[in-house]
């Protein structure tokens, strides 16, 4: 099984709103991934856990706050968002930092 | 400079009409080549990892090849359902660098 599972499927929020995008995998997997992907683009990494640390922050505005709480879960809190925030958030887990990514369905963002 | 490139940007075929897509790269030691699938509005779904030069992949109508330069990813006979964005990624240090990508028409 290499099903990532993410919630919400959709989330609509206003610029001064706090929401939660949360992330899921029972694959053992050590190291789990947050991506960002605006429209008809490659995704664009934002943060990387490795053995539930933090171990890549690509310069993600703080707005952006990434936990993870065990081996299984990750989550980012959204606070202050903007509009151009708006995308399709995606989740990925691999069984370490370099090995095969798996991609869970995506989170649609919209931010109004 | 790590750096994927994928063409073509986008391929319109008849339903049966075998291509290729191809995907050339440049990294400073590779650690792996991934191919995956995109349908709009969804997450990537895993394809293949090919690792070293001559590696061969194959999974129903589709075969990815490696050399020391680029990747293809073979379709033939392809059906409307393989309609879809095929995403070419290296490893590049511990970083996944995609490609743009190729967004695949197939009409029946």
């Known amino acids: 099984d290499t099903e990532v599972t993410q919630t919400p499927k959709h989330l609509v929020m206003g610029m001064t709103n706090k929401k939660s995008l949360k992330c899921e995998q029972h694959?053992?997997?050590?190291?789990m991934y947050w991506y960002k992907q605006k429209a008809k683009k490659p995704p664009e990494l934002m943060f990387v856990y490795s053995y539930e640390k933090l171990s890549i922050n690509e310069s993600v505005p703080s707005r952006f706050s990434p936990e993870c709480p065990n081996s299984s879960l990750l989550n980012l809190h959204l606070h202050a968002l903007q509009p151009e925030d708006s995308a399709l958030y995606l989740c990925?887990?691999?069984?370490?930092?370099?090995?095969?990514?798996?991609f869970g369905p995506g989170t649609r963002l919209t931010v109004l | 400079e790590d750096q994927v490139t994928q063409s073509p940007e986008a391929l319109r075929l008849q339903e049966g009409e075998s291509s290729s897509l191809n995907c050339s790269y440049t990294?400073?030691?590779?650690?792996?080549l991934f191919w995956y699938r995109q349908d709009p509005g969804k997450g990537p779904e895993f394809l293949f990892t090919?690792?070293?030069a001559g590696e061969e992949k194959e999974k129903e109508r589709l075969k990815a090849t490696l050399t020391k330069k680029e990747s293809f990813l073979h379709i033939t006979a392809p059906k409307p359902e393989d309609s879809a964005t095929y995403l070419c990624?290296?490893?590049?240090?511990?970083?996944?660098?995609f490609g743009a990508g190729t967004i695949l028409r197939v009409k029946s």
């Open positions: 090919l690792y070293s």
């Open positions: 990624a290296v490893q590049a240090g511990n970083k996944l660098v």
């Open positions: 990294v400073s030691g590779l650690r792996g």
């Open positions: 990925a887990s691999s069984r370490v930092r370099t090995d095969t990514q798996y």
């Open positions: 694959m053992g997997h050590r190291a």
